[in-house]
Structures are given as structure tokens and as C-alpha cells.
T-cell receptor
Framework: AQSVTQLDSQVPVFEEAPVELRCNYS??????LFWYVQYPNQGLQLLLK??????LVKGINGFEAEFNKSQTSFHLRKPSVHISDTAEYFC??????????????FGRGTQLTVWP | DAGVIQSPRHEVTEMGQEVTLRCKPI?????LFWYRQTMMRGLELLIY????????DSGMPEDRFSAKMPNASFSTLKIQPSEPRDSAVYFC???????????FGQGTRLTVV
């Protein structure tokens, strides 16, 4: 089974500051990696995903993440945050069988709070 | 497409009552997942179906929980009898073979008093 560790449960930052949300995973097989965002009282929305190829992945809302296989990490970054980025962010890993998505294993989440 | 549709959005019930949560996946998706989200345990996979067949139900907490997928466009998660510790947000998600992304519904917030 896979496991995902999000190293920070809460990250407070000021508006327009850069942010990094950290994620490490454990797996001995090829995986897909995801970041989801959850706004209050909403479902999860996909921010970005890594399947293969370039290790730098760009997503929606100006977020990007870098896959580092040697460190088994998939940290999420944004160079300048907005108040509207305040939400909970989940890192997830999926085992997969070819192109078929397997089950998702989620981290515990990181609450990003952006202050004016 | 309307996305994954869950009903009800909110459910408050008394301990001991039966609760049924419903999910309509995105049309054409053949995998369906039920997740539970709590403060204590985060997001947990309860069960997932592929082509209407349960593939992995190891996350179902106990016999009080059951899930069905009678056809490709509908699934239910039933709790009988419900207990206060079942209070959580339950999410349904769907995906399709070759589509490397799971789409989530808005969730059902269950409160058992």
C-alpha cells in the first residue's frame, strides 16, 4: 500500500508571498501523483497531476509541483498567493494498472491561510 | 456534464436509524469510489467499484456499512444502524479507464445524534 505524508498541517502566509506545501510519498512501484484543493463545504477539485514525463507540472490557478523521484516528493508551489487561495490542499498518490486509475491514497491535508 | 451528483447534501439522523447516501457518477465513467472524511482520520477510501463490481471494500469499517452499484449510473452507501461516530462527510468520486483523474461530488455531510 502507498502512504502520503503532508509535512505541514497548517501554513499561514501573507498575500503575494510565495508558498510551498510539502508532500512525500512511499511507494515501490510507479505511481500517479495529484494535488487536490478543497474549499469550505465543497468537494475536492483537481489542481494538477503528474503521470509521466516532465517532472515540473503546471496546474490551475498558477500552482505548480515538482516530482522528485529520488526524494519521493511532490511539493506544491505558487510564487504569489491570493486571499482566494485559502483552502485545504490534499496530496494524493495512486497505484495504477496501465492507464486505469487505481485507488487514491490521500495525505492528511494542509490548510493554507492567506492573510491580507 | 453536471459532474458527480450526491444526495442528500446534508443528513441529520438519530442513532440507530438507517441512512442511505446516493451517488450518480459522471456518464461514461466506469469506476466509482466512496470516501469518508473526518477530522480524526482525514480522507479514507471505503470502497470502490469497477464496471459495477466491488473491487476493494477493505475500507468499509464494519458490517453496518454496505454499498451497492446496481447499474453504471447509480450507487448507494447504506449505514444500518447508524451511530454518532459515523458522523462525517461522505464523498463519491468517479473516473473512467484511460482517464487518470477522479472527479468528486460535493459530498454528503452526515450527522448522527
Amino acid at each position: 500500500a502507498q502512504s502520503v505524508t503532508q509535512l505541514d498541517s497548517q501554513v499561514p502566509v501573507f498575500e503575494e508571498a510565495p508558498v510551498e506545501l510539502r508532500c512525500n510519498y512511499s511507494s515501490s512501484v510507479s505511481v500517479y501523483l495529484f494535488w487536490y484543493v478543497q474549499y469550505p463545504n465543497q468537494g475536492l477539485q483537481l489542481l494538477l497531476k503528474y503521470l509521466s514525463g516532465s517532472t515540473l507540472v503546471k496546474g490551475i490557478n498558477g500552482f505548480e509541483a515538482e516530482f522528485n523521484k529520488s526524494q519521493t516528493s511532490f511539493h506544491l508551489r505558487k510564487p504569489s498567493v491570493h486571499i482566494s487561495d485559502t483552502a485545504e490542499y490534499f496530496c494524493a498518490v495512486s497505484d495504477h494498472r496501465g492507464s486505469t486509475l487505481g485507488r487514491l491514497y490521500f495525505g492528511r491535508g494542509t490548510q493554507l491561510t492567506v492573510w491580507p | 456534464d453536471a459532474g458527480v451528483i450526491q444526495s442528500p447534501r446534508h443528513e441529520v439522523t438519530e442513532m440507530g436509524q438507517e441512512v442511505t447516501l446516493r451517488c450518480k457518477p459522471i456518464s461514461g465513467h466506469n469506476s466509482l469510489f466512496w470516501y469518508r472524511q473526518t477530522m480524526m482520520r482525514g480522507l479514507e477510501l471505503l470502497i470502490y467499484f469497477n464496471n459495477n463490481v466491488p473491487i476493494d471494500d477493505s475500507g468499509m469499517p464494519e458490517d453496518r456499512f454496505s454499498a451497492k452499484m446496481p447499474n453504471a449510473s447509480f450507487s448507494t452507501l447504506k449505514i444500518q444502524p447508524s451511530e454518532p461516530r459515523d458522523s462525517a462527510v461522505y464523498f463519491c468520486a468517479s473516473s473512467t479507464q484511460g482517464h487518470t483523474e477522479a472527479f468528486f461530488g460535493q459530498g454528503t455531510r452526515l450527522t448522527v445524534v
